[in-house]
Antibody, heavy 115, light 106 residues
Framework: EVQLVETGGGLVQPGKSLKLTCATS????????MHWVRQSPEKQLEWVAQ??????????YYAESVKGRFTISRDDSKSSVYLQMNSLKEEDTAIYYC??????WGQGTLVTVSS | DIQMTQSPSVLSASVGDRVTLSCKAS??????LDWYQQKLGEAPKLLIYFTNNLQTGIPSRFSGSGSGTDYTLTISSLQPEDVATYFC????????FGGGTKLELK
């Protein structure tokens, strides 16, 4: 059974950093292209970042809204993908989901950016 | 960037009704469109991929159609468990979600 479990969310002040983790199981992680998607309090879904597999040189892509502030990475030995979020803004407040190819999703982790 | 517009934003229907949800892209997306169902407090769930392909385990009352810029999700006979918000999603160029249609029971 495919499972994705996000952790690391919480309340953080504007300008601070947070790192999310998505631990996976039930599929060959090393071959998978992984994404982070977020959902705002207004329920709008927004693609955030993608990381490809080793065979694609771990290529990464970002939404313009997070480029230069967020970094996606992966550890194939741990079947995990990460999202390092720096210089957080109030508009980054959302539930963050990791997804394998948009067919399988985790339950999400809530990030609240507020002073 | 490709924009995705869903209509209506809220739809009220009765059990047994045939329901049609619409999604319009700002440019041709070559059928590279999925539909997702999201129930309260849950992650999105893939229903339909590449416009008209039913994901494994999804009831056959769900179907998708469309081409070019205009796409439709149809529920042939609405069931109480179908109450949810439905999102369309394009992956022809980048990845963009529609704003969602909230489906309620009348």
């Amino acid at each position: 059974e495919v499972q994705l479990v996000e952790t690391g969310g919480g309340l953080v002040q504007p300008g601070k950093s947070l790192k999310l983790t998505c631990a996976t199981s039930g599929f060959t992680f090393s071959n998978a292209w992984m994404h982070w998607v977020r959902q705002s309090p207004e329920k709008q879904l927004e693609w955030v970042a993608q990381i490809k597999a080793k065979s694609n040189n771990y290529a990464t892509y970002y939404a313009e809204s997070v480029k230069g502030r967020f970094t996606i990475s992966r550890d194939d030995s741990k079947s995990s993908v990460y999202l390092q979020m720096n210089s957080l803004k109030e508009e980054d407040t959302a539930i963050y989901y990791c997804t394998r190819g948009f067919a399988y999703w985790g339950q999400g982790t809530l990030v609240t950016v507020s002073s | 960037d490709i924009q995705m517009t869903q209509s209506p934003s809220v739809l009220s229907a009765s059990v047994g009704d045939r329901v049609t949800l619409s999604c319009k892209a700002s440019q041709n997306i070559n059928k590279n469109l999925d539909w997702y169902q999201q129930k309260l407090g849950e992650a999105p769930k893939l229903l339909i991929y590449f416009t008209n392909n039913l994901q494994t385990g999804i009831p056959s009352r769900f179907s998708g159609s469309g081409s070019g810029t205009d796409y439709t999700l149809t529920i042939s006979s609405l069931q109480p468990e179908d109450v949810a918000t439905y999102f369309c999603f394009q992956y022809n160029s980048g990845w963009t979600f529609g704003g969602g249609t909230k489906l309620e029971l009348k």
